[in-house]
């Protein structure tokens, strides 16, 4: 089983700054990962809070998934929370983030979470969830 984890905001995917996140809410794209990944369990949460971000983590990360595919969203650049989670667990976690983080805003442009990651992916819209479970697969 592979984790998706959206962190807060990511549910208005599709009418939130579509110029920069696309018009495609996620539950429409999840549609077309599960078809693309038949083999492979996706399951899917996301959530506004920070805390819960960090029990998922724990929870599927020690032994119930394969790997992880996180966008922390605003959090990857906050939260050493997140971060120390991310360190704690065995599961592989793949950073995932829409837009282009290092072209971003200077707030926006450090994250917190690449180096406990296993990989990255940015600036690839919605197909970096893809790269990210091609990527976990291959591993």
């Not at 429409?28 to 083999?39: G, S």
Request: hydrophobic share 40%; net charge negative.
């Amino acid at each position: 089983m592979i984790l998706i984890i959206n962190g807060p905001n990511l549910n208005l995917l599709g009418t939130r700054e579509p110029q920069i996140y696309g018009h495609r809410s996620f539950s429409d794209y999840l549609l077309e990962l599960r078809a693309a990944f038949p083999e492979v369990e996706l399951r899917y949460e996301q959530t506004n809070h920070e805390g819960r971000i960090i029990d998922l983590l724990q929870d599927f990360g020690l032994g119930q998934a394969e790997g992880i595919v996180l966008n922390a969203a605003g959090y990857t650049h906050t939260s050493v929370s997140i971060r120390d989670a991310i360190a704690a667990i065995e599961a592989p976690v793949v950073e995932v983030h829409i837009s282009d983080i290092s072209h971003r805003e200077p707030f926006r442009q450090t994250s917190l979470l690449t180096d406990v990651c296993a990989h990255t992916i940015i600036g690839q819209g919605l197909d970096g969830y893809r790269q990210a479970i091609d990527w976990l697969i291959s591993k």
